[in-house]
């Protein structure tokens, strides 16, 4: 397609068949009878369908670091119903030595099913009616007898209706949970995680453990970890640059709390407790309504003075940072002062000529909520009203201990906002922006004449690594901190689609790494259905934290990508 930087496939395998002569003698598989119980790669997909080979051995190994956090599963199966399946792990003692490592290390969790109806959709042509390719390739495997399946996708074509009529009925486990499912149905999967965390002080070795999984009988699964003689930092100060955007509404919609209450509040700090674990790096500040996430309200209300404006640029409004305020609290308690701040002033609408959009602000009059709209960004009045609030948000965020800060969001093209950074530049010298686009500031200052280094997320990005000679080396991105890879779903690097297999968020740390980038953005963490972002440049994946009963749990893309982040490490 005339860009030489994307990937290319050399060998694809167009079409493949099997045949057997007579017909008959090719007898599908089946689930064996009774409860079945086997080991699994965390990688793989599991879905409600699923068996094992029942001459497979069960045995779960893992191999990990000191102060690191590793996880391996079992999946049961059984064709019929279950009732109070559950899980109990044991200590784990060193073989030849006197090393253990208690159970109370070891979380154990249980897979919750996802229709695959009602995975995300993928965003193409403007709209979000098509399947994500990866839930069409577990449609193909797993509905109408497997036997059907024509490498669908975006302009590849689409399955027979008679295909899709299964969707509802074959889930995928992503979502991980302690909370054991009350029963399992007949003929269906049911995985059961464990996530060990291997102390910082634990011995070098070879470990053996117990799970022992209650379905119908109690099956005693031989856990073995090898723990490795290095201690990996704690999560919160992993190297590899982790921007996993955070939701400040979706708790709202999704659990029906007031937006700002202690319940609120709670789901903000349970969801921002999880990204410490992977050691998250940026913060989004809406500062208006209508941004990228569409939030109808703004982090920090107007509060109108009847003051008018002044030539030494005083607008005719205080605000009320008590929610700004406390959202900085959490920040720095869960990720540090370090974290890069985005202050969101809207985002560059590719479809309207790359204006910046947005709607207003929250504005607070007698107690009562109300939207103020503002004017076009860049213009006289948008600068009277507007610049004096971005200098106070600026001096704020520095007062507290926040010296990362950027505005944000423009894309590809800079002329519509070449006049508003330029103003915001002279305001706020201190103050970059971030960027997600395809190519990039290329190294180069915006606007011209800023010295601060932009948190620039563009899609083509990277050197390829390798020397001249054809040898693999690393382009050591650990050393380039203002540049991210917004991994879209077509990418110099790697792309990542709407609802992503654990085995590419595994391998996407390193390959960002090698590549000469720090790090990965642009992937949503909270922004829960029926949330979906509108745009082409807005982040493809919108969640990596799934809805528990009570906030926000983990998934098994989530532990893929922290597995990842760690031997990034190395």
Known sequence: NGYKDLPWSHLVVLNLSLTATPGSAAVPSARPPGVQVWSEDIHRRVVSRDWGDPAAPTLIRIVGARNGVHSGQVVVGCTMPLKALSARMSDLKQVGGDGRIPASAVQVRYGVGTPLDRLPRAWASGRREN????????????????????????????????????????????????????????????????????????????????????????????????????????????????????????????????????????????????????????????????????????LVPWIGNDAPATGSGQAPYDYDWSNFDRYLDLVAKCWGKETRMICELGWSHNGKGWEMTYRGVTAMNGGQKSELKLPPAGSEEWNRLFVPFAKAVAARLKARGFDNLYWGWFYDSLNAVQPMAETLMAACPEVGWARASHNGFGRQPFPKGSTVTNLDMAIRTGQEPFDRAGETISRQGWKNPGAVLFPRIASSIQAVGQFESPMALRWLSENCLVYGVSGFGRMGADHWPPFVYANWYHPFQCYILSPGPDGAEGSVRFEALREGLQEAEV
């Not at 399947?131 to 007898?145: N, Q």
Request: a negative charge.
């Open 131 to 298: 399947y994500d390719s990866g839930a069409l390739r577990l449609l193909g495997l797993y509905a109408a007898g497997g036997l059907d399946f024509r490498g669908w996708g975006y302009g590849r074509g689409w399955p027979d209706k008679n295909v899709f009529a299964e969707a509802p009925e074959i889930e995928l486990f992503d979502h991980l949970t302690e909370h054991a499912p009350a029963a399992v149905a007949s003929n269906r999967a049911q995985p059961v995680w464990i996530t060990l965390r291997i102390p910082a002080n634990a011995a070098a070795g070879l470990y053996h453990g117990t799970l022992n999984v209650q379905a119908g009988k109690t099956h005693a699964i031989d856990v073995r970890l090898q723990v490795m003689d290095w201690k990996l930092p704690d999560g919160r100060n992993l190297g590899t640059f982790v921007g996993l955007q955070p939701s400040l509404i979706a708790a709202c919609t999704r659990y029906a709390c007031t937006p700002w209450s202690e319940a609120h509040w709670k789901h903000l700090e349970r969801s921002m407790t999880l990204l410490a674990e992977v050691g998250n790096d940026l913060a989004i500040l809406p500062l208006v309504t209508g941004g990228e996430a569409a939030n109808e309200e703004s």
